[in-house]
């Protein structure tokens, strides 16, 4: 939006009064900075946003065809990044902390509102919905960034030092079958570099496989989580249990990679934090949509739960802000449940059928 243009604003509001009143301080106060589309039904309002061209949308609540929080979740679901302010009579502290929480720019009471406060609102709206979204470009563009890397440093891993690797172990048995000319600290020396390179080709393989699991994309998820989570069993000593639905099949390969992903990262936090000596990773496939649930019965997360944002919350890496994001950007949702029971991590993302 430049400065020059006027500010679009899509108004959801069944009250024709109110509707005037609206126009009549954002338009016709408003010295061409404002233009107000009305929309007078959830319905017409989620036609006209999705049509496009709005900077801002301001939400009444009780609509003729939905009421309360359901409104704003509906009008959230299609507004994609315009930002929406709650402009409604409901006076209530719940609803207005639930809409927040959900991503409401602002909640507005009716007749607590006036030309300076709505117009201030709006253009605060604006901008921090703008700064949102260059964060989030932000944190998807390195998330992919981290992605490319991982995948760049197992393939170099795999089809570099490991092939050199596996030409010293030829070169070592040529030499083995020389041994009878060597003397004894020759051969001592000889028998433990050929351990060595073992041990080393064995590293490099665990290391490629924990960056990026060079099958992911050739065999799909369910081809290599098996092998990944019992790696992972063997490694760490934490006893796993998978459970993933012959129907699984093949899925997007950006949601493929983000399940992977949420998997690693939260067995990956489960041998570092939470001291369990089991888990659980469940997969669920359902209609358009895919579900994971990392399950352990360790310690739980010390404080708050991540993401709540409160005082004393969980001092958050990079592992969860991740996970979150990598759903966010995929229109999915990350549910955590902690407490000293264990913790479950729980991924959900709507897909679109693909052609097997
Ligand atoms: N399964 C778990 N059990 C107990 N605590 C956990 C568990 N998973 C996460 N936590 C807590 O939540 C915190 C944040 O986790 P997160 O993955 O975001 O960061 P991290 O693992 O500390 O660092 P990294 O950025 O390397 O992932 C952890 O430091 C830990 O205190
Ligand atoms: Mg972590």
Not at 89 to 97: F, P, Q, S, T, Y
Not at 120 to 135: D, H, V
Not at 337 to 352: E, N
């Amino acid at each position: 939006m430049s400065t020059a243009e006027a500010t679009r604003v899509l108004l959801v509001e069944d009250n024709a009064g109110f509707v005037y009143l609206v126009r009549d301080l954002l338009v016709r106060k408003g010295h061409g900075r404002f233009t107000v589309d009305a929309a007078g039904s959830l319905a017409e309002a989620l036609s006209a946003i999705r049509a496009g061209g709005f900077d801002v949308v301001l939400l009444d609540l009780g609509l003729p065809d939905s009421r309360r929080i359901e409104t704003f979740s509906r009008m959230r679901a299609a507004a994609g990044d315009t930002p929406i302010v709650i402009l409604t009579v409901l006076n209530d502290d719940e609803v207005a902390h639930e809409a927040m929480k959900a991503g409401a720019q602002d909640y507005l009471v009716k007749d607590q509102v006036d030309e300076s406060l709505l117009k201030r609102s709006i253009t605060y709206a604006i901008e921090r919905a703008a700064n949102q979204k260059a964060l989030h470009d932000m944190s998807a563009r390195l998330l992919q960034l981290q992605d490319e890397e991982r995948r760049r440093l197992a393939r170099e891993l795999h089809d570099g030092t490991a092939q050199d690797l596996a030409a010293l172990s030829m070169n070592l048995s040529v030499l083995r079958r020389h041994m009878d000319a060597l003397g004894a600290d020759g051969r001592a020396a000889l028998a433990d570099s050929v351990v060595c390179a073992e041990r080393c080709a064995s590293e490099l393989k665990t290391m490629s496989h924990l960056l990026y699991p060079p099958l992911l994309e050739e065999m799909g998820l369910a081809g290599v989580v098996k092998e990944y989570v019992d790696g992972f069993a063997d490694r760490s000593g934490i006893a796993v249990e998978l459970d993933v639905p012959a129907d699984l099949g093949r899925l997007p390969p950006e949601t493929e990679t983000a399940l992977f992903r949420v998997m690693q990262e939260s067995l990956a936090n489960i041998l570092r934090h939470s001291g369990s000596s089991t888990a659980a990773v469940r997969f669920t496939r359902g209609a358009g949509e895919i579900g994971l649930e990392v399950n352990d019965k360790g310690r739980g997360m010390p404080g708050e739960l991540p993401g709540s944002g409160g005082p004393g919350g969980v001092l958050l890496g990079i592992g969860i802000r991740g996970m979150r994001e990598r759903m966010r950007q995929l229109g999915g949702r990350l549910d955590i449940a902690s407490g000293p029971g264990g913790t479950t991590v729980k991924a959900v993302l709507p897909f679109m059928e693909i052609e097997q």
